[in-house]
């Protein structure tokens, strides 16, 4: 476990926001062999064997019952609107601290995307608010498991539930978490997740799937990705968004390693946020138990985000924004959403700033990245001395 005592004095240590072939070198060697073995199977056609097997075995990572592989999470997003018959006249709910696909693929099949608020300090969505959008045409609620930590949704289940509406977990962040020993996938409907290169389980370009407990919706998913096809025959309409055997195959390689660098993140975020708690910005990593955190992305909540920024920059410590533009302050979306009223998450957009959580992080690493954001927070906040004065 990454260790943290004292200032470091590393001035020299420079840490990136995100090093991808760090991350893939990590068990690199299975992860080579695995995609050697599948190409050398010529195993490309459907059904397919590479592909059954990761979803076989990302079902039982996530405890769920049926695991639909897709070509990205944007495509599982709308596999899943479309499985749910989701279209023109109807609507769905969701956040607008999310990215654009969550609501992109509900607009291109003619539905309308309604925003509900988020509650500032977790950064998920305001349950409140999300039920006081829901109308007779509301189809699905979407929530955003916003950076790996899964909302609190009991209260939105039972009410789609009592009215007949699909609870759909928007889980791109949150692979590996739980609440109350659920993963996503369980409180709703289904899950959706994506196995883009960035995220925490990541595969070799995009992949992504639905998740799902409920064998009927399971077997639409599935007719729907392969053109309707029913046994040997196309009974109904439908596309194809599966997953591509090699990527499966590195996926279920790659699959291995994500407890261990769960574990790590995990650890990583403990220590900040021993080190940033104190100055009043840890919000959405401050879970009772982070051992139910996916930790997609550290993000702190800053005033005087530029100044902030700046310091970092200054001291080579790499930083980023989860998202930099909420859905109804994109350039495409502003007219859409203009009678939108979203105090909470527009004052979030403002604040967020997301620090370096990759995998294989060194101990100095740390040091430097605790070191230097303490420094920047002193002078942006009020700093934890002179707050108990």
């Known amino acids: 476990m990454p260790q943290h005592s004292s200032p470091s004095n590393d001035s020299d240590v420079v840490v990136p926001f995100r090093d991808l072939r760090r991350l893939h070198r990590i068990g690199g060697d299975s992860s080579r062999a695995a995609l050697l073995t599948a190409l050398d199977s010529a195993d490309f056609a459907r059904p397919n064997r590479l592909i059954r097997e990761f979803e076989e075995r990302y079902a039982e990572f996530c405890g769920a019952r049926h695991v639909i592989a897709t070509s990205s999470g944007s495509s599982a997003l709308l596999l899943a609107y479309l499985t749910l018959g989701i279209g023109p006249g ?63 949704v009991d209260g939105l289940a039972d009410a789609c539930r009592e009215r ?88 279920t390689a790659r699959l291995e390693l994500l407890p261990a660098m769960l574990k790590e993140r995990r ?54 924004i989860h998202y930099r533009a909420a859905l109804h302050q994109q350039p495409a979306h502003r007219e859409r959403f203009r009678s939108s009223v979203l105090p909470s998450c527009d004052t979030r957009m403002r604040e967020i700033v997301s620090l370096p959580m990759i995998a294989g992080l060194t101990d100095r690493e740390v040091a430097r990245v605790i070191d230097v954001v303490t420094d920047a927070l002193g002078e942006v906040t009020t700093a934890p001395a002179a707050a108990g004065a």
């Open 90 to 152: 109807d609507n769905i709910v969701t956040v607008p601290n999310t990215f654009v696909a969550t609501a992109e693929a509900a607009l291109l099949l003619g539905a309308e995307v309604r925003l509900a608020d988020i509650d500032p300090a977790t950064h998920t969505v305001d349950e409140a608010a999300a039920l006081d959008l829901l109308t007779p045409r509301t189809k699905a609620v979407v929530p955003l498991h916003t950076y790996g930590r899964l909302a609190a």
């Open 164 to 251: 007949g509406i699909a609870l759909v977990e928007e889980a791109c962040h949150a692979h590996g978490a739980v609440r109350g020993g659920r993963s996503a996938g369980s409180f709703g409907d289904c899950a959706v997740y994506s196995f883009g290169p960035t995220k925490t389980f990541a595969g070799m370009g995009e992949g992504g799937a639905v998740v799902t407990n409920d064998d009927e919706l399971a077997a639409r998913l599935r007719a729907m990705n392969s053109h309707g096809l029913e046994g040997s025959l196309h009974t109904s309409l439908g596309l194809s968004f599966r997953m591509h055997p090699m990527e499966a195959a590195y996926l």
């Open 267 to 320: 650890e990583v975020a403990a220590l900040y946020n021993e080190a940033f708690s104190p100055f009043g910005v840890v919000h959405n990593t401050d879970v009772p138990d982070l051992a139910e955190h996916g930790l997609y992305v550290y993000v702190i909540d800053v005033p005087d985000r530029d100044a902030f920024c700046r310091h970092l920059t200054s001291a080579g410590v790499g930083w980023d």
